[in-house]
Every structure is written in structure tokens, then in C-alpha cells.
């Protein structure tokens, strides 16, 4: 019981305190980072349910940017899904021209990721011109 008690003042204070990341490239928005008790059924296997408690979920662990050959900005972000859980998020690409403001464009559209349980994932966009000097990534969950 005191096990058990533990983990849960774990759990929680995990939760509220949440991780400190620098590095606002990629914003992994709510259910594509962790689970929670509220999104999750913690009715499967012992295993998945240790997962799920735990919160585990999707990490970003490399975030590399270059200009390639035709000048455009490439951005490659790397990771890997912590859970026992198959994880699939939604992401969109927003390009920022020199004066901070949002090009617009047609890669500027939400596209798929699935991350299989306990594995690393990748993908790299690419600026639809050469006006784009910087990019933001941001996440949402497959509903």
C-alpha cells in the first residue's frame, strides 16, 4: 500500500511540476508528451498499466537545423516514445520569415506520426522558400 501511495505522490507531483525544456522549436501539446490517468485505461495488461501510470510518452531528444544546397531551411527532429503505447500526434511546420512574421504556405498542414511502444521516431521539413529563416513545431493529438 505504501508502494503504491508512493507512486502516486510521484505520479502527481511529476505531473504538476512537469520537465523544463529550453528549447520551444517543438511544442509537444497535451496527450502526444504523456498520458494521463484521464486518457488512458489502465484495464490492460500489468505491463501497459505501469506505463500509463507513469506517464511515459513521447520525447524530443534532437532538433537539427541547416540550409540545404537550394538555400531553403531544413529542420530534422528526432525522438522516441517512452511507452508501452503506440503514440500517434499530429504535427504542423510554421516558417518565420526575417521579420518574425508567418509565411504562409501549403506545407504549413497538420501531418501524421506514429511512434510503436518503447521505439525512435524522425521527420525533417523542408521551407517552402528561401525567405524562411526560422521554424516552429507544434503537436497535437490524434483525436
Partial sequence: MKILLWILFSVIIFSV??????????????GVKNDSLTNNAVVNSIAYAGSALLGEGVDVDEISKRYNENGLLELQVKGHNNSQFTKRFW??????????????????????????????????VVAPTTKAVDVKIDTKKWE
Wanted: aromatic fraction near 10%; charged fraction near 25%; include cysteine.
Fill in 91 to 124: 504535427y504542423r511546420p510554421e516558417w518565420i520569415d526575417a521579420d518574425g512574421m508567418t509565411i504562409s504556405s501549403r506545407t504549413s498542414t497538420w501531418l501524421p506520426v506514429s511512434v510503436t511502444g518503447k521505439s525512435k521516431y524522425n521527420f525533417k
Fill in 17 to 30: 511540476t512537469g520537465c523544463s525544456e529550453n528549447d520551444k522549436t517543438v511544442n509537444l501539446g497535451p
